[in-house]
């Protein structure tokens, strides 16, 4: 069945750094698109950056642009989010999610996600 | 960027009733919206994509209509484990936009 596993968050100060990483199974992963979405305690579903299935084309929201890399190693089956000068508000549980569809279809829904992995960003 | 809008904010209604909650779009996005479902401490999970069609596994109950800017669910009669936050979500445009949410709590 399909597995997705968030790791490597924590606590970090703000300015600091973190990279996520979100290892998949159960499925070709080489086939699919992948994003990272985000909630902040308490708050709504906030959609960050996404990858295409061949490590093309990325897109990012805007209040991550710049700062948040997305990336992924389809030898290792892993996504990762490389993210840098963190602020108090990018505190949140950070997902990773698979697109919806059959491989190679790239349809922007979220079919499966990770039970995420917290990142704190406090001084 | 394509703002949803929920509402209500929250509903509160008993098992058995109906639900209809409602996701507006501040631009046109054809169909190209889905509905998710999230209980506490638990990832989402995916209800209905391209507002109407029923996802793998998800109980006949749950109906998506809808198409340009206004979209609704509805839950025919709601089971107890229905009581949840809902979410739309659109991918017409980048970036991808979620509405804030509503919640289902029991009355």
């Known amino acids: 069945q399909v597995q997705l596993m968030e790791s490597g968050g924590g606590v970090v100060q703000p300015g600091g750094s973190l990279r996520l990483s979100c290892a998949a199974s159960?499925?070709?992963?080489?086939?699919?698109?992948m994003h990272w979405v985000r909630q902040a305690p308490g708050k709504g579903l906030e959609w960050l950056a996404f990858?295409?299935?061949?490590?093309?084309?990325?897109y990012y929201a805007d209040s991550v642009k710049g700062r948040f890399t997305i990336s992924r190693d389809n030898s290792k089956n892993t996504l990762y989010l490389q993210m840098n000068s963190l602020r108090a508000e990018d505190t949140a549980v950070y997902h990773c999610?698979?697109?919806?569809?059959?491989?190679?279809?790239?349809?922007?829904?979220?079919?499966?996600w990770g039970q995420g992995t917290l990142v704190t960003v406090s001084s | 960027e394509i703002v949803l809008t929920q509402s209500p904010a929250t509903l509160s209604l008993s098992p058995g009733e109906r639900a209809t909650l409602s996701c507006r779009a501040s631009?046109?996005?054809?169909?190209?919206l889905a509905w998710y479902q999230q209980k506490p401490g638990q990832a989402p999970r995916l209800l209905i994509y391209?507002?109407?069609n029923r996802a793998t596994g998800i109980p006949a109950r749950f109906s998506g209509s809808g198409s340009g800017t206004d979209f609704t669910l509805t839950i025919s009669s709601l089971e107890p484990e229905d009581f949840a936050v809902y979410y739309c979500?659109?991918?017409?445009?980048?970036?991808?936009?979620f509405g804030q949410g509503t919640r289902l709590e029991i009355k």
């Open positions: 990858m295409r299935s061949d490590e093309g084309n990325t």
């Open positions: 391209d507002a109407s």
């Open positions: 999610a698979k697109v919806y569809g059959s491989v190679g279809a790239t349809i922007n829904y979220f079919d499966y």
């Open positions: 159960g499925f070709t992963f080489s086939g699919y698109g």
């Open positions: 979500q659109q991918r017409k445009a980048w970036p991808i936009t």
């Open positions: 631009q046109n996005v054809n169909s190209n």
